[in-house]
Structure formats: structure tokens, C-alpha cells
């Protein structure tokens, strides 16, 4: 499973999965895809996208590279 949010993965949605998996039972792989707790840079948001990890064609390349 993989959850992918255009903010901080610290306490994003991502946290919030794997805790309902957790109290759940439900094992499984998850990645979360989210930008690193810490000052960014500014510009333009495609730019910052692919810079960081969480353009779509990054996320894909992601999850492509998992499933091998």
C-alpha cells in the first residue's frame, strides 16, 4: 500500500494508515510518500514536486521499484 500527500509525511496520512493498520491486525506493506519535515526550498510547484519525490512520475517510479 502506498499513501501520498503534498505535505509533511509526519503526522500525515500516511501515519494515520499505518495506525489503523496496526490496531487493526492487518499486515502489509506501506510506503508513505510525503515531503521531509524540514525548511524547503521555494519555487515553482512542479519544480518542487519532482524535486522532492512527490510528482506523479516520481511516485510511480516508486512504486514501480517496490514491486520488483
Excluded: Q, W
Amino acid at each position: 500500500m502506498v499513501t501520498a500527500e503534498n505535505h509533511t509525511a509526519v503526522g500525515g496520512l500516511g501515519e494515520a494508515v499505518a495506525a489503523l493498520l496496526m490496531r487493526k491486525g492487518v499486515r502489509c506493506e506501506l510506503d508513505s510518500v510525503g515531503l521531509p519535515d524540514a525548511f524547503l526550498l521555494a519555487g515553482a510547484l512542479p519544480t518542487l514536486h519532482d524535486r522532492y519525490g512527490i510528482s506523479t512520475a516520481k511516485i510511480v517510479e516508486k512504486i514501480k521499484y517496490r514491486l520488483r
